[in-house]
């Protein structure tokens, strides 16, 4: 039985590279949910269904209401002075909740001996998500211009407790809440999505949470606009606010142009130009993100 | 006129006969099944039609729209998704309706002379997986008259919210 598609951008991870093979030949026998082509967007660096940078409000998988679906996804940002490894899983409950984990590696590398930790000093971090849909459907309520509503929260913990307090950090973990709307603009062959999150997180909780600067919640901004080209291609830009609570280093806001390649329905891919700005006194980290996604 | 009279009411005596008890009904057209009465409105279509008509002309007009709602007919009864649901489906009866319908909503100026949606997909049991299944054969079916992407996302936007009418599940 062929339960085609659609989906989007999917990825994942562990299993990516074979899956990417396998998905090649039977993907078109697998049953993988009933969700539209590109209409469920992809994972998020934070493990949820998003853009690359930016939380959206769809729920991760292929499935309708009519079942239960999910995503996993691997994902690799090589910029100027850093690299970040990414790899996550999460499963869409009906089309109404999603489950989330990630686990993120922040690789200073090189730059690692320069800023004192020791060359190749990694910072991890787990995240687990939640999400809830509480109105709207991104994709069928054409007439309205509600968008899809979600809510969610992100427990994130960080595994260098150390030396988070060292560069002035106050904690090791923590929670963002959000808030998240997304619309498919079929008319105009747009995707658009907005969320404000409450966090105290460091580079999204990489160098700890809170800090000497400032020690309390604030409100972020994601925003992500995509044109869809084709059933398979949509391109876009992203834009991401971020807190700057750390007095030894600012912390800039993130922006990244993505395309995003639905291979089959299954597997997709995502590859982003990104400006992740200044990281730990190291300036203008650009390069470019790479996410496999395997959507079910 | 008595002439007149008299030949009318041999026809109607005919086409009782032939119908069966079908008093209410229209002329029902060559090689379709009657249904039971309803009454006729543009607005049983569902959406309000597109002023520009460009999209319409994208779609190569009625006769593209013709071959789409056909192929789209062919190919979701041919679909072991959705089969089922069409086992007893008056088949001439949905591919001319449908038509009509894309070129009410796409502002070709046709007249939509079918049902209601929420009334004819009633009881039917339509999940969002079945919807989607039909969206895919719908776009596969542009594909092949050609119809260029951003047009086809223009019919897609009218259709969507029709899945609060059609989807029970
Ligand atoms: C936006 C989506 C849809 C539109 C615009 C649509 C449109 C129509 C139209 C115009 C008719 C004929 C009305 C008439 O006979 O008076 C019809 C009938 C029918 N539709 Fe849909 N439909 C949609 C979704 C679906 C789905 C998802 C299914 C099932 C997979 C489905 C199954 C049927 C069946 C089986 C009939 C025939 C009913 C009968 O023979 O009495 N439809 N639809």
């Known amino acids: ?296 | 006129m008595r002439h007149f009279t008299q030949s009318a009411a041999l026809a109607a005596v005919i086409a009782l006969g032939l119908a069966g008890s079908a008093l209410a009904q229209d002329a029902v057209p060559p090689g379709e099944q009657p249904v039971d009465p309803y009454v006729q409105s543009n607005a049983n279509a569902g959406a309000k039609p597109m002023d520009d008509t460009r999209v319409f002309e994208a779609f190569r007009g009625k006769d593209g729209l013709v071959r789409i709602a056909a192929d789209t007919v062919d190919r979701s009864m041919a679909d072991p998704r959705i089969k089922e649901i069409f086992a007893t489906t008056d088949v001439p009866r949905l591919k001319r309706t449908l038509a009509e319908q894309f070129c009410y909503v796409l502002g070709g100026g046709c007249a939509y002379s079918g049902r209601d949606m929420a009334a004819v997909h009633k009881d039917m049991g339509v999940t969002n997986r079945d919807m989607n299944a039909l969206i895919e054969n719908l776009q596969l079916a542009m594909d092949k008259e050609g119809v260029p992407f951003f047009a086809q996302n223009k019919l897609l936007a009218k259709l969507a919210p029709m899945q609060r009418s059609v989807v029970e599940r």
């Open chain 1, 1 to 296: 039985m062929r339960r085609q598609l659609l989906k989007a951008l999917g990825l994942a991870a562990v299993v990516a590279g074979t899956l990417g093979c396998a998905a090649g030949a039977t993907a078109a026998e697998i049953e993988t949910g009933g969700k539209l082509l590109l209409t469920g967007g992809v994972s998020s660096l934070e493990g949820g269904a998003g853009g690359g940078l930016a939380t959206w409000a769809v729920i991760a998988g292929n499935e309708t209401n009519n079942g239960v679906g999910g995503k996993v996804h691997a994902t690799y940002v090589d910029v100027s002075d850093y690299t970040l490894r990414a790899a996550g899983a999460a499963v869409g409950l009906h089309d109404r909740i999603e489950l989330s984990v990630a686990r993120q590696e922040f690789d200073t590398g090189a730059t690692g001996a320069k800023l004192g930790l020791g060359k190749g000093f990694t910072f991890k971090q787990d995240i687990v998500g939640v999400k809830l849909r509480v109105l709207g459907d991104a994709v069928y309520e054409q007439d309205t211009w509600v968008p899809q509503v979600s809510i969610g929260a992100q427990y994130k913990k960080n595994n260098q407790d150390a030396i988070v307090r060292a560069i002035g950090g106050r904690k090791d973990s923590g929670v963002d809440y959000y808030v998240a709307a997304t619309k498919l603009v079929l008319d105009k062959s747009l995707v658009l999505s907005g969320a404000m999150r409450l966090t105290k997180a460091n580079q999204t909780g990489l160098l700890g949470f809170g800090g000497d600067k400032n020690d309390s919640y604030t409100a972020q901004f994601e925003g992500s606009a995509g044109l869809l080209l084709s059933k398979r291609l949509a391109v876009g830009a992203e834009y991401r606010t971020k807190p700057s609570n750390l007095g030894f280093a600012r912390e800039d806001d993130w922006v990244d142009l993505f395309a995003a390649y639905a291979i089959n329905k299954t597997v997709s891919v995502t590859a982003a130009y990104v400006d992740l700005g200044e990281i730990a006194t190291f300036k203008d980290q650009r390069g470019v993100y790479i996410s496999l996604q395997a959507g079910f």
